[in-house]
């Protein structure tokens, strides 16, 4: 079933994203380095089209359909429901739980 599931990013994961790559840019003061990280985690992301139960349950939440997959220290934190993959958060491990509103999506 490759392909199958349409990736989604919330709100909130698009500003983690804008966040963590700016934060890269002024700690490195490499502006390339920052982008490169920030493409990683979108590519990253996207590779849940296919297969996104591969990911853990987050052990915080312990709710079944939100799971998490690890890219160097970041947590990629998502919501798997028929036919979509929301991407909640993107989470550095070292700040402990990330806040998660599954309700972000709805309408």
């Known amino acids: 079933m490759g392909g ?13 994203l804008k966040e ?14 920052a982008e490169r990280v920030g493409m ?3 590519s990253k992301a996207l590779t849940l089209s296919t297969f996104p ?3 853990r349950v987050v052990p915080e939440l312990a709710i079944p359909n939100v799971r998490e997959i690890i890219f160097k220290s970041y947590r990629v934190v998502y919501r798997v429901l028929p ?24 309408t």
């Open 83 to 106: 036919g979509q993959v929301q991407i909640l958060r993107f989470w550095h491990a070292a700040r402990g739980t990330p806040e998660i509103n599954v309700d972000e999506f709805s």
């Open 53 to 55: 139960e591969r990911g």
């Open 20 to 33: 963590i790559v700016t934060y890269i840019r002024r700690a490195s003061g490499a502006p390339t380095v």
């Open 4 to 16: 199958d599931y349409k990736v989604v990013f919330g709100r909130r994961s698009r500003c983690d």
């Open 40 to 42: 990683d985690l979108v």
